[in-house]
């Protein structure tokens, strides 16, 4: 049975991350981001791959910390509380998942990479304006005893600085994954900026060449490296949303103590007291979903499907009551830009959408229950 309450090792890792982020990276810092057309802060970055967070799923033996998935997805909750910008699920979680199920020389170095932070990854695997990897269509032509890619990848989240590209591609068999640097010839991203001021691309793929030490697994058969890795990219965005809505929580239930109307702080109002009530128990029910798809991820990732699904579904509900309920209980102030609420909101949106959306593990949830 799963035990479904942090370690003190995890307590430990949790108060870290609180203390260190609150310091490098409060909310300030993404708007500042923001207003100088920024994407992340490297320097930021390189602090996290030194306190083992860039190499959280890389093995020791690539020099990393190698803590697990429930580590990692607390890691990742922490960072949501302050909306931290980061390649640390595109990189850290996705690409690092997918580069440990191979035991080769080239996989190790590149795990070593991502570990010391020298290395950032963008997974570029959808192509319509939903999440839907099965359904690609950018073509990798067989070409003597390479490939040539052709076609063009949207939202890829970090696409515009990424120094790697994980390519979800169709071959002759099914669909490959390989593993491309942004700057081949043919490859050009055309960055946009997201509503939550993060970074994203459309990249076009015009006659890339590749060859077979590019493929990651086996021609064919992506998904049995590529399952994995979406399952764990999930995950983690799972718990960041929620700490996303933990953190609307704990803005709002200040502003009720403080905010005062006909001479009294407004949370002595039993009905924001309800309000604010319902969302702290969303959080708490949807943490243990999240607690229980990283034990699942760590302990049977075979079996992991309806826990991830789960708790991504449920996060990003929970991300939408926790802002929605933020804002009104705000009043006018909290739809203001001189305010941070609206980066939340903001976020959450993006984050529904990211690696699917609510219907999307829905569907996947009722399947897996037979419904």
């Given at each position: 049975?799963?035990?479904?309450?942090?370690?003190?090792?995890?307590?430990?890792?949790?108060?870290?991350?609180?203390?260190?982020?609150?310091?490098?990276?409060?909310?300030?810092?993404?708007?500042?981001?923001?207003?100088?057309?920024?994407?992340?802060?490297?320097?930021?970055?390189?602090?996290?791959?030194?306190?083992?967070?860039?190499?959280?799923?890389?093995?020791?033996?690539?020099g990393?910390?190698?803590?697990?998935?429930?580590?990692?997805?607390?890691?990742?909750?922490?960072?949501?509380?302050?909306?931290?910008?980061?390649?640390?699920?595109?990189?850290?979680?996705?690409?690092?998942?997918?580069?440990?199920?191979?035991?080769?020389?080239?996989s190790?170095?590149a795990?070593?990479?991502?570990?010391?932070?020298?290395?950032?990854y963008?997974?570029?695997i959808?192509?319509?304006?939903?999440?839907?990897?099965?359904?690609?269509?950018?073509?990798?032509?067989?070409?003597?005893?390479g490939?040539?890619?052709?076609?063009?990848?949207?939202?890829?989240?970090?696409?515009?600085f990424?120094?790697?590209?994980?390519?979800?591609?169709?071959?002759?068999?099914?669909?490959?994954?390989?593993?491309?640097?942004?700057?081949?010839?043919?490859i050009?991203?055309?960055?946009?900026?997201?509503i939550?001021?993060?970074?994203?691309?459309?990249?076009?793929f015009?006659?890339?060449?590749?060859?077979?030490?590019?493929?990651?697994?086996?021609?064919?058969?992506a998904?049995?490296?590529?399952?994995p890795?979406?399952?764990?990219?999930?995950?983690?965005?799972?718990?960041?949303?929620?700490?996303?809505?933990?953190?609307v929580?704990?803005?709002?239930?200040?502003?009720?103590?403080?905010r005062?109307?006909?001479?009294?702080?407004?949370?002595?109002?039993?009905?924001?007291?309800?309000?604010?009530?319902?969302?702290?128990?969303?959080?708490e029910?949807?943490?243990?979903?999240?607690?229980?798809?990283g034990?699942?991820?760590d302990?049977?990732?075979?079996?992991?499907?309806?826990?991830?699904?789960?708790a991504?579904?449920?996060?990003?509900?929970?991300a939408?009551?926790?802002?929605?309920?933020?804002?009104?209980?705000?009043?006018?102030?909290?739809?203001?830009?001189?305010?941070?609420?609206?980066?939340?909101?903001?976020?959450?949106?993006?984050s529904?959408?990211?690696?699917?959306?609510?219907?999307?593990?829905?569907?996947?949830?009722?399947?897996l229950?037979?419904?």
């Amino acid at each position: 049975m799963v035990k479904l309450v942090h370690s003190d090792e995890e307590v430990m890792l949790r108060d870290m991350a609180r203390g260190f982020l609150d310091d490098a990276a409060p909310v300030s810092a993404l708007r500042k981001l923001r207003d100088t057309d920024g994407d992340f802060d490297r320097g930021l970055w390189s602090d996290m791959a030194k306190m083992g967070w860039a190499g959280v799923l890389v093995p020791d033996t690539s020099g990393g910390s190698d803590m697990g998935h429930a580590a990692a997805n607390l890691l990742a909750g922490e960072m949501g509380k302050t909306l931290v910008a980061s390649p640390f699920i595109s990189t850290a979680i996705i690409a690092a998942t997918a580069l440990r199920q191979l035991a080769n020389a080239r996989s190790t170095d590149a795990l070593a990479r991502i570990a010391d932070g020298s290395t950032t990854y963008a997974l570029a695997i959808d192509e319509g304006p939903k999440h839907a990897p099965e359904d690609t269509q950018l073509a990798a032509q067989t070409e003597g005893n390479g490939f040539r890619l052709q076609g063009q990848k949207r939202f890829v989240v970090d696409g515009g600085f990424a120094d790697r590209l994980l390519v979800l591609a169709r071959t002759d068999g099914g669909l490959t994954l390989f593993d491309v640097p942004a700057d081949r010839a043919g490859i050009t991203a055309h960055r946009h900026r997201m509503i939550d001021a993060r970074d994203s691309a459309t990249i076009d793929f015009d006659d890339v060449v590749a060859d077979g030490a590019d493929v990651i697994g086996h021609v064919d058969e992506a998904m049995t490296v590529l399952r994995p890795a979406l399952l764990a990219g999930r995950a983690a965005l799972a718990a960041e949303t929620t700490g996303l809505a933990v953190g609307v929580l704990d803005m709002t239930v200040g502003y009720l103590k403080e905010r005062k109307q006909f001479g009294i702080e407004i949370g002595r109002f039993q009905a924001l007291q309800h309000r604010a009530a319902h969302v702290w128990s969303e959080t708490e029910v949807t943490a243990s979903a999240i607690l229980n798809a990283g034990r699942m991820l760590d302990a049977h990732p075979d079996d992991a499907d309806l826990a991830v699904s789960l708790a991504k579904a449920r996060a990003t509900a929970t991300a939408v009551l926790a802002v929605q309920e933020g804002v009104q209980m705000h009043g006018g102030i909290g739809m203001t830009d001189a305010y941070d609420m609206g980066f939340y909101m903001k976020r959450a949106r993006v984050s529904a959408e990211w690696l699917g959306d609510y219907s999307y593990h829905a569907e996947k949830i009722a399947a897996l229950r037979g419904f």
